[in-house]
């Protein structure tokens, strides 16, 4: 990014006037700008002489190089600054980088490659994700998030007639990152023979899965790690050294195995005590990393967390009506009495790696941007407004009358930014008092909430189209404005990202 030049300021010292002995009166003849009697002499150098002219080339230049180095030298500062800066920004968990003018397009892909991106899986800045082709087979992509080109591709299953026929391309494949000490990232991907097809929300089965294949690779290569059969399903997450999965039964339960992740031995089981709704099993069947332990998700309505041995703890119970992962990888799941009855009747539970569950009235607004300003604060919105938790006692700190959409939220420099009926609002994390509030134009909608780590930035949508608003974090100020293609606004390695219906296009500085 191109940088001003900074003005140098030139401060002239405050001439002290003293008094000098009396001297005579210049002759009435001599020239204007002759000395005085008594006063030293001090010309310009006569013409042709060549000492003169070398004193008087030297003062240039010695400014000269002064005034170069100062110039220099404030450069490098603001540079150090920059950098400074970029690192601290680069820091806050969830941020995008850094937007000081409103982006443009910078690529866009369509077809199969949108399709990685859009699965959200990045590892060493690439977007990976499983893709079936028009044959049916299926192949594991690596897209490169700077340029959208692609790295690599490596096919894993090969064509499948009654695959090829359906319209259910990622219900039976999905990716997790490994987690590795150190090295390379690797990223492991499952998928079944299973065929399916998604019609009004609901999954309809043509065949049922029986077998179910896992491949471990470098991210930045795609080299095999590891290639092997493995339990058939699509839910997984990875522990280190050990793979889980988990599947819809045909007794009504969701079966759980834990695996070897090189070997395939089997390391325990858990099969859930609920029977869960057969139409809805497939759809909600879900598996969140947090920390050493996984967050089971399933149509039973009741999210069961597992430790790393297989031990389960069911930490609510109730319907689920929404759950989520937040910026520091903490699990948001959201129950109520009824699904539908909205928030009055809703419960969060937030499952924190290494902490106790915290239980919070109403739906939680879990940070999708954390610059750690706020470590002891959460926050959950009900109809009533808005609620501050002390994340250590579970007491409630504060009440806002601020009613939050349930879009996430942000925390930066002290406050918890949320998304309102109306436009934006930012709330001070001490007291929950209002410090600013951004509306939207008439019959605009803000539908997302991100940031660079300085700025709101506000996806809003209205009948001319979708914009991206960038507010000043200290006063809600608007900072620029910037059309956005239609689509969902995702941060992907510090990059935003927005993936629509079979496009996905990169907005940049």
Same mark, same amino acid.
């Given at each position: 990014?191109?940088?001003?030049?900074?003005?140098?300021?030139?401060?002239?010292?405050?001439?002290?006037?003293?008094?000098?002995?009396?001297?005579?009166?210049?002759?009435?003849?001599?020239?204007?700008?002759?000395?005085?009697?008594?006063?030293?002499?001090?010309?310009?150098?006569?013409?042709?002489?060549?000492?003169?002219?070398?004193?008087?080339?030297?003062?240039?230049?010695?400014?000269?190089?002064?005034?170069?180095?100062?110039?220099?030298?404030?450069?490098?500062?603001?540079?150090?600054?920059?950098?400074?800066?970029?690192?601290?920004?680069?820091?806050?968990?969830?941020?995008?980088?850094?937007?000081?003018?409103?982006?443009?397009?910078?690529?866009?892909?369509?077809?199969?490659?949108?399709?990685?991106?859009?699965?959200?899986?990045?590892?060493?800045?690439?977007?990976?994700?499983?893709?079936?082709?028009?044959?049916?087979?299926?192949?594991?992509?690596?897209?490169?998030?700077?340029?959208?080109?692609?790295?690599?591709?490596?096919?894993?299953?090969?064509?499948?007639?009654?695959?090829?026929?359906?319209?259910?391309?990622?219900?039976?494949?999905?990716?997790?990152?490994?987690?590795?000490?150190?090295?390379?990232?690797?990223?492991?991907?499952?998928?079944?023979?299973?065929?399916?097809?998604?019609?009004?929300?609901?999954?309809?089965?043509?065949?049922?899965?029986?077998?179910?294949?896992?491949?471990?690779?470098?991210?930045?290569?795609?080299?095999?790690?590891?290639?092997?059969?493995?339990?058939?399903?699509?839910?997984?997450?990875?522990?280190?050294?050990?793979?889980?999965?988990?599947?819809?039964?045909?007794?009504?339960?969701?079966?759980?195995?834990?695996?070897?992740?090189?070997?395939?031995?089997?390391?325990?089981?858990?099969?859930?005590?609920?029977?869960?709704?057969?139409?809805?099993?497939?759809?909600?069947?879900?598996?969140?990393?947090?920390?050493?332990? @996984? #967050?089971?998700? &399933?149509?039973? *309505? /009741?999210?069961?967390?597992?430790?790393?041995? =297989? $031990? +389960? %703890?069911?930490?609510?119970?109730?319907?689920?009506?929404?759950?989520?992962?937040?910026?520091?990888?903490?699990?948001?799941?959201?129950?109520?009495?009824?699904?539908?009855?909205?928030?009055?009747?809703?419960?969060?539970?937030?499952?924190?790696?290494?902490?106790?569950?915290?239980?919070?009235?109403?739906?939680?607004?879990?940070?999708?941007?954390?610059?750690?300003?706020?470590?002891?604060? @959460? #926050?959950?919105? &009900?109809?009533? *407004? /808005?609620?501050?938790?002390?994340?250590?006692? =579970? $007491? +409630? %700190?504060?009440?806002?009358?601020?009613?939050?959409?349930?879009?996430?939220?942000?925390?930066?420099?002290?406050?918890?930014?949320?998304?309102?009926?109306?436009?934006?609002?930012?709330?001070?994390?001490?007291?929950?008092?209002?410090?600013?509030?951004?509306?939207?134009?008439?019959?605009?909608?803000?539908?997302?909430?991100?940031?660079?780590?300085?700025?709101?930035?506000?996806?809003?949508?209205?009948?001319?189209?979708?914009?991206?608003?960038?507010?000043?974090?200290?006063?809600?100020?608007?900072?620029? %404005?910037?059309?956005?293609?239609?689509?969902?606004?995702?941060?992907?390695?510090?990059?935003?990202?927005?993936?629509?219906?079979?496009?996905?296009?990169?907005?940049?500085?």
């Amino acid at each position: 990014m191109a940088r001003a030049v900074p003005m140098v300021r030139v401060e002239v010292e405050e001439t002290v006037v003293r008094p000098t002995p009396a001297r005579a009166a210049p002759r009435a003849d001599a020239p204007v700008g002759d000395p005085a009697p008594g006063d030293p002499v001090a010309r310009d150098p006569a013409p042709g002489d060549p000492a003169g002219r070398r004193r008087h080339v030297g003062r240039w230049l010695v400014g000269a190089v002064a005034l170069a180095l100062g110039l220099v030298g404030a450069q490098a500062t603001l540079d150090a600054r920059d950098r400074a800066l970029d690192a601290r920004l680069a820091r806050v968990a969830g941020a995008a980088e850094r937007l000081d003018a409103a982006p443009v397009p910078a690529w866009r892909t369509d077809g199969v490659a949108a399709t990685a991106i859009g699965q959200r899986l990045v590892a060493g800045g690439l977007a990976v994700g499983v893709l079936t082709m028009a044959d049916g087979s299926r192949d594991v992509a690596a897209y490169d998030l700077a340029d959208g080109r692609r790295r690599w591709l490596v096919r894993i299953d090969g064509p499948d007639a009654l695959r090829a026929r359906t319209d259910a391309p990622r219900a039976t494949a999905s990716c997790a990152l490994v987690p590795v000490a150190a090295g390379a990232p690797q990223v492991a991907c499952v998928t079944t023979d299973q065929v399916a097809t998604r019609w009004d929300g609901m999954l309809y089965v043509t065949r049922q899965a029986r077998h179910g294949h896992l491949v471990v690779l470098d991210a930045a290569t795609g080299r095999r790690v590891v290639d092997r059969e493995t339990a058939p399903t699509p839910a997984l997450a990875v522990l280190p050294g050990l793979v889980v999965l988990a599947q819809a039964g045909g007794d009504g339960r969701t079966h759980v195995v834990a695996e070897d992740l090189t070997t395939g031995a089997v390391r325990w089981r858990f099969v859930s005590p609920d029977r869960a709704d057969v139409a809805m099993a497939e759809p909600l069947l879900r598996l969140f990393r947090v920390g050493d332990e @996984v #967050v089971l998700v &399933d149509g039973s *309505g /009741t999210p069961t967390v597992l430790t790393a041995d =297989g $031990a +389960a %703890r069911r930490p609510t119970t109730g319907p689920l009506l929404g759950w989520s992962q937040d910026a520091t990888g903490r699990v948001w799941l959201v129950t109520g009495a009824a699904v539908g009855s909205g928030d009055a009747s809703a419960r969060t539970v937030v499952v924190r790696p290494g902490l106790p569950d915290l239980a919070l009235p109403g739906r939680g607004a879990a940070p999708t941007v954390d610059d750690a300003s706020l470590p002891g604060l @959460v #926050v959950s919105s &009900d109809r009533a *407004g /808005t609620l501050g938790t002390d994340a250590t006692t =579970g $007491a +409630a %700190r504060w009440r806002s009358p601020v009613q939050a959409e349930p879009i996430g939220s942000l925390v930066l420099g002290g406050r918890v930014v949320l998304g309102t009926a109306d436009g934006v609002a930012a709330l001070d994390g001490r007291d929950g008092s209002t410090a600013w509030v951004a509306r939207t134009d008439d019959g605009a909608v803000v539908s997302a909430l991100a940031s660079d780590g300085r700025r709101v930035l506000a996806v809003e949508q209205g009948d001319a189209g979708t914009a991206l608003v960038a507010l000043r974090a200290s006063d809600g100020g608007v900072e620029w %404005r910037a059309a956005l293609p239609p689509g969902d606004l995702r941060v992907l390695d510090r990059r935003l990202v927005v993936v629509g219906a079979g496009s996905a296009t990169r907005v940049a500085p």
